[in-house]
Nanobody, 126 residues
Framework: QVQLVESGGGLVQAGGSLRLSCAVS????????LGWFRQAPGKEREFVAG????????AYADSVKGRFTISRDNAKNTAYLQMNSLKVDDTAVYYC???????????????????WGQGTQVTVSS
């Protein structure tokens, strides 16, 4: 099994920044893709960003390009999502997830990811 634990959420004013962390533990894979997703009340879960764990191109949703940056620290088995210029529309529960079947291709469909964290709430106030 793979355990994913998100942290770093909170309340921030519009225009502010937050950095989310996702600690990965448990079963190891030779490589995988880690994705960040979010889900706002009454909306479907949507892709935010993804990164191949052993290197490769990152991917972002159009709505966050230029504002959010995904990164990883292989030594710490931790991924990060730096969120700048936050907007009220960014308010959601943010989840990290692992797709163990892909080594370099970041997929945006939630059902491509087998392992999920419990989520962390991000609230952006106006």
């Amino acid at each position: 099994q793979v355990q994913l634990v998100e942290s770093g959420g909170g309340l921030v004013q519009a225009g502010g920044s937050l950095r989310l962390s996702c600690a990965v533990s448990g079963r190891t894979f030779s490589s995988y893709v880690l994705g960040w997703f979010r889900q706002a009340p009454g909306k479907e879960r949507e892709f935010v960003a993804g990164i191949p764990w052993r290197g490769g191109n990152t991917a972002y949703a159009d709505s966050v390009k230029g504002r959010f940056t995904i990164s990883r620290d292989n030594a710490k088995n931790t991924a990060y999502l730096q969120m700048n210029s936050l907007k009220v529309d960014d308010t959601a529960v943010y989840y990290c997830a692992v797709d163990s079947t892909s080594f370099v291709t970041v997929l945006s469909r939630p059902n491509s990811y087998e392992y999920w964290g419990q989520g962390t709430q991000v609230t952006v106030s106006s």
